[in-house]
């Protein structure tokens, strides 16, 4: 399970830092992209973004534009045709333009951010994304939220709700984890401001800095939370809640926050999570072994909380159940991964 | 055909050189082409009489390289010598490295690199390995240095020592050292000093230039020396550098052993 964001661990963990800038910019739906590089880096990164979310169902092809650098641009400069591709982009009247700039723009040298930074009516916001120089996907993705971050004004109350930082907009269960989230904080009665960055125009991103609390997707995005620390003194929690004792913890870690009282709220989510294994109740008694796919990491405290909870007893010879990709989000997350469990038991 | 190139120290006088070392050969009815591998494109101008032809990388800048001609790239000047200047992007941006490629490829599918001798006339710091390309996949197999006495161009000259070295460690790899040119900075003992200094780096001294008012006058006339004074007795040393580079056959090359920093700079220690 990725929890931990070393190296070794996932994909997310290496692969372009181009596409980790793109799974950002394409969900801002009123701005555009610019990939300033050859025309096969958007090709590519886009392709990627298109192949992983038509798995999920999903059918997304977001506008993105390459400066389609050929090889006269990287001997005299791709400058010229950043500009040309910026105002291509323009003509569709976006609110933003966000340049994602490739390996070759920076190995000559392409002053992207000179070009980016004239006065084109509407930020243009350049996105450092050439792999040579370090980093991988979540590179791409921290890096990316950290320049958008640059669409925000400070703010002068701090009565906009919460915000939720880096939602992998990539991952299969997105929106669900968004919202058992969000259930989580209405339990508090506090409502969510901003999902930075997904599906929130370039306005609604603004609003931003009148967030009273950021809640990071996972520990990975400490930089940003940082970063916001400093820029607008919010507070932020590390990560989504995970397992049954994380969930409680969660809403206590956000009533404190926020300065509300969370008792009741833990209490009501304590006895919702005992339901599940009333549920569950089948399963009691059966022996499961966690199957870690070769590259994921069982080892793995939540499962073992959840096998207990529910009476399984984990045992090298019990039905293999796959390590799940994402760590489950909050209670509901554990209820479907319990489902799956059962199928892969009764199968 | 011989292929050979020049490289040295930027300013060392490269260009004066392989003009007049160009314009030399071709006085002996040699075939000649010469190739200035600078975006600065100022190695064919005294063959040309004072012009500044169009260089491969404007014309591919303007029409794009597809609808280029060999008759666009190439000019004729003294003596019949087909002239080519790469020239390069304006200063500051782009990749000029990437441009020389672009340059030998486009001439290379132009079948525009023949003669007797082809001079690659090379920007003085084989600063990536774009301006090693004369060096490589077989267009140069004779590389020359061009020095002074001065210990910053024995050092450039040692650096470049280092390329050669390197790329002859490849499989397919031609290239090696034909010889050190001493071009004169009225340093004493300087022929001695270079010769010294070709000998550690396992080559040798092939010629020894002074240093004579004869080579700016012939350049405010916009002419090489072998044309503007052709009885004086500079013209006397190019052809005989001409002769000299002639003479170095397969045999003659060497693989250079560059110097340590230290080495180098006891050994101009010996001849302050």
């Known amino acids: 399970m990725n929890l931990n964001p070393s190296h070794l661990n996932l994909s997310r963990y290496e692969g372009c830092t181009i596409t980790g800038a793109l799974a950002v910019s394409a969900f801002i739906p009123d701005a555009l992209t610019v990939?300033?590089?050859?025309?096969?880096?958007?090709?590519?990164?886009?392709?990627l973004l298109h192949a992983t979310l038509l798995q999920q169902d999903r059918l997304f092809l977001p506008p993105v534009f390459s400066t389609g650098l050929r090889e006269p641009d990287i001997i005299f400069g791709g400058e010229d045709a950043l500009q040309r591709t910026i105002e291509r982009a323009l003509e569709r009247k976006p609110r933003a333009v966000c340049v994602i700039s490739t390996c070759i723009a920076e190995t000559i040298g392409d002053d992207t951010d000179a070009v980016c930074g004239r006065d084109w009516g509407v930020p243009v916001i350049h996105l450092h994304s050439s792999g040579f120089l370090g980093g991988s996907f979540n590179e791409g993705f921290v890096n990316a939220l950290k320049r958008i971050a640059g669409l925000v004004p400070p703010a002068e109350t701090r009565d906009g709700g919460i915000n939720i930082v880096g939602e992998k907009n990539l991952e299969f269960e997105v929106e669900e984890n968004f919202e058992e989230v969000a259930r989580l904080l209405g339990v508090l009665d506090l409502d969510v401001n901003v999902r930075f960055v997904r599906n929130e125009?370039?306005?609604?991103?603004?609003?931003?800095?009148?967030?009273?609390?950021?809640?990071?997707r996972e520990p990975a995005l400490d930089?940003?939370?940082?970063?916001?620390?400093?820029?607008?003194?919010?507070?932020?929690?590390?990560?989504?809640?995970?397992g049954l004792q994380g969930t409680r913890e969660f809403l206590r870690a956000v009533g404190e926050a926020c300065g509300s009282a969370a008792d009741e709220a833990i209490a009501a989510e304590e006895s919702l999570q005992d339901e599940l294994s009333a549920e569950f109740a089948d399963l009691d008694g059966e022996a499961i072994s966690l199957s870690p796919f070769g590259f994921q990491c069982p080892e793995f405290s939540l499962l073992s909380e959840v096998a207990e909870a529910i009476g399984l007893r984990i045992d090298p010879e019990g039905t293999e159940i796959p390590v799940p990709f994402g760590a489950p989000v909050g209670t509901a997350g554990i209820r479907r991964m319990l489902h799956q469990w059962r199928r892969f038991l009764h199968a | 055909m011989k292929q050979i190139a020049l490289y040295g120290k930027g300013g060392i006088g490269k260009s004066t050189t392989s003009a007049n070392l160009s314009a030399a050969l071709a006085d002996t009815g040699l075939d000649i082409m010469q190739i200035g591998c600078d975006p600065k494109h100022d190695s064919t101008r005294m063959l040309m009489h004072g012009t500044w032809i169009p260089t491969v990388l404007d014309l591919v800048r303007e029409k794009g390289d597809e609808r280029i001609s060999a008759d666009q790239v190439v000019f004729k000047?003294?003596?019949?010598?087909?002239?080519?200047?790469?020239?390069?992007?304006?200063?500051?941006?782009?990749?000029?490295?990437?441009?020389?490629?672009?340059?030998?490829?486009?001439?290379e599918r132009l079948d525009a690199l023949h003669g007797d001798?082809?001079?690659?006339d090379v920007l003085g710091d084989v600063v990536c390995g774009g301006f090693a390309m004369p060096m490589r996949e077989g267009y140069a197999q004779e590389i020359y240095l061009v020095t002074s006495g001065e210990l910053m161009s024995l050092y450039a000259a040692n650096n470049i020592c280092k390329a050669i070295a390197r790329l002859s460690r490849r499989v397919r790899s031609k290239c090696a050292l034909g010889g050190v040119i001493c071009n004169s900075a009225n340093i004493a003992e300087e022929n001695v000093l270079v010769e010294e200094f070709a000998r550690r780096i396992n080559s040798r001294l092939i010629a020894?230039?002074?240093r004579d008012r004869i080579v700016q006058v012939a350049e405010i006339n916009r002419q090489t020396v072998i044309e503007y004074a052709p009885d004086s007795a500079q013209a006397g040393v190019y052809r005989a550098l001409a002769a000299g580079v002639l003479e170095i056959?397969?045999?003659?090359?060497?693989?250079p052993t560059p110097l340590e920093m230290d080495e180098l700079e006891s050994l101009a220690l010996e001849f302050v």
């Open chain 2, 117 to 120: 001798v082809i001079v690659y």
């Open chain 1, 201 to 216: 125009t370039v306005d609604d991103i603004s609003r931003f800095s009148a967030g009273c609390l950021n809640i990071l």
């Open chain 2, 208 to 210: 020894y230039v002074p």
């Open chain 1, 35 to 47: 990939v300033h590089g050859p025309a096969g880096c958007a090709h590519h990164n886009l392709s």
């Open chain 1, 223 to 242: 930089p940003i939370g940082r970063h916001f620390q400093e820029a607008f003194a919010q507070p932020y929690l590390s990560g989504f809640p995970v």
């Open chain 2, 249 to 255: 056959t397969n045999t003659d090359l060497t693989i």
């Open chain 2, 77 to 107: 000047g003294y003596r019949g010598i087909r002239c080519v200047e790469a020239g390069g992007p304006e200063p500051g941006v782009g990749c000029a490295g990437r441009g020389i490629i672009a340059t030998f490829q486009l001439l």
